[in-house]
Structure formats: C-alpha cells, structure tokens
C-alpha cells in the first residue's frame, strides 16, 4: 500500500513537472490590451536623454523611441496609444526593465554580452568610447602624468567597469570617485573634489557645453573603451523587431539625418564609423 501510494505520488510530480508553466505575455500584447507604452528616460545624458526647459524628456534617444511608438501604434492600429515616460538612472534601469516599469529604455545605454545576456538590445543607435574631461590647462600630457588623479564617474555605468578594470589591472592609477549622475560628476570637476571626469565622450563634451556655465574644459585625447548604444528592453523577439524595422528605416531611408543634426550639430559632423554603423544597420524590409 506505501509502495503504491508512493508510486502515485511520483506519477503526480512528474506529470506537474511536465506541464510548461504559462508564457509570460509579451510586450506588444500588453500594450495592444492596455494602449499604454511605458518608455524609460535619463534625466541629465545630454544629448541623448535628459529633461529639457519645459521639463519633458528630450533628446536624440528620446526622439528614436517617440517615433518607435508611433510606429507600434500604427501595427497595433490602436486609436490612440498612451505613451508613459518614465525617469531612470544608470543604476536602476535595468531594474526597471526586469519589472516592468518599463518597456523600453531611451537612454545612452551600451549594449554588452553580459548584458544581453539577460536582455534585449535594438539595432546599434550611437557608437562612442569613454575618455577623461579636465579643467582648462590641467589636462596631463601623458597617461603616466595621470597617476593619482581623482576621477569622478557614474556609478552604474560601462564607463565604470571599464576604470575599474583598468585600475585592477595595473593600466590606470587613479582613484574613481563614484557618483549617482552625469551632473554630481561635473559638478565634483568644477569643485575641484575631482581632477577629471570620466564618461563618453559625447556626454563629456555635451554636459560640459549645457551645464558647464562658461567655464573652461580641456577633453583628452585618450579613449579607453568602446561603445555600441543600443535600446534596451526585456528579452521579446517580436518586440525587438517591431523597434527594429523603425531603426532600419530610419536609417535606410536617410530620415535619421535631421534627428542626427537637431542633436549633435553643436559637437561637429558625424564620424564615418557612425556613418557606417547607419548604413550596416539600414536592412531592408
């Protein structure tokens, strides 16, 4: 009688192991049920993703994903699609994607192996590499005149590992300073609390000109890492796709240039590697 109740009872499990748990409802689904898109933005990533005077969030990630959403609501053919904007920071986004808060992050994210690993990740959107800003005239003429330097960084960020491997490896002696944003790091250069600031140098040199007030930075010619943006979103192949096809077309069609110009004119011509990032990542329909 024991053996056959035991019997029973691993029949049992094994026919509930069996059965697949339910799939997880995708991204398009819930938005086509709720009309809502819930877009995750950075507050102070000047140009790609910050809060402009009239307190919205703008910028040249901002702009890609507003036109994204307007091409889901025309695949949903939803009447009118709500479109939520959510502030995150460096340290929380992915948080924020993992849970649900958001859908998609419009930011200067880089897109890695690791983390890809556990997210989804856009066409490329930008290419950048991180390098050191200086008060005018501090700049050192060489990496061996960095050593020791306070280097403020955000916290969170490729930029950051990058330092920290540096640092570890014997490549880099400074001391990082780690801050929770992109102003308390230029702020800790303007106070002198920190001798440089470390970021992308697009960021570097577009916080500098926006919130620097007059004052006088020197951006060194060293880059130490690279940088593939990307937009990134929970793992979901048919919304990946959807984002996708908005990327390629833009990038194909040439309709990415005035986003392009509105965003970086300031900072001088595109490079040819983000000129060929466009014409790789154009696909055809």
């Known amino acids: 009688m024991i053996r056959r109740t035991l019997l029973l009872a691993g029949l049992a499990a094994s026919f509930l192991i069996a059965i697949p748990a339910a ?3 995708s991204v398009l689904a819930t938005v086509k049920k709720t009309g809502t898109l819930k877009l995750g933005y950075r507050e102070n990533s000047i140009p790609f993703s910050f809060v402009g005077d009239d307190k919205q969030p703008r910028g040249y990630s901002v702009d890609l994903c507003r036109i994204v959403a307007e091409d889901i609501g025309k695949q949903l053919s939803l009447p009118k699609l709500d479109v ?3 502030p995150v920071t460096a340290q929380n986004r992915f948080a924020a994607l993992k849970s649900g808060e958001i859908d998609l ?3 200067n994210t880089t897109q890695t192996l690791s983390r ?3 997210f989804d990740f856009s066409l490329m959107t930008y290419i950048d590499g991180a390098s050191l800003l200086f008060r005018e005239g501090e700049a050192p003429s060489s990496v061996d005149a960095i050593k020791g330097l306070r280097v403020a960084v955000v916290a969170g960020t490729t930029t950051e590992k990058t330092l920290d491997e540096l640092i570890k490896a014997g490549k880099l002696d400074v001391q990082a300073i780690r801050l929770p944003d992109h102003d308390a790091a230029l702020a800790a250069l303007k106070d002198k609390s920190a001798n440089a600031y470390a970021a992308d140098r697009t960021v570097l040199i577009s916080t500098a000109l926006v919130r620097g007030q007059g004052q006088g930075f020197t951006l060194a010619d060293l880059q130490f890492s690279y940088e593939p943006y990307g937009l990134a979103m929970r793992r979901d ?4 796709l959807a ?6 077309r833009l990038y194909r069609t040439g309709e990415i240039s005035p986003i392009l110009k509105r965003w970086f004119e300031p900072l001088g011509k595109p490079g040819d590697a ?10 055809p329909q």
């Not at 192949?237 to 990946?240: G, L, N, T, V, W």
């Not at 984002?243 to 390629?248: H, K, N, P, Q, S």
């Open 274 to 283: 983000l000129q060929v990032m466009f014409l790789i990542n154009g696909l």
């Open 105 to 107: 992050e419009c930011g």
């Open 23 to 25: 799939a997880a409802e």
């Open 237 to 240: 192949a048919d919304f990946r």
């Open 84 to 86: 939520r904007w959510v």
């Open 243 to 248: 984002v996708d096809r908005t990327l390629a």
């Open 116 to 118: 890809r690993a556990d």
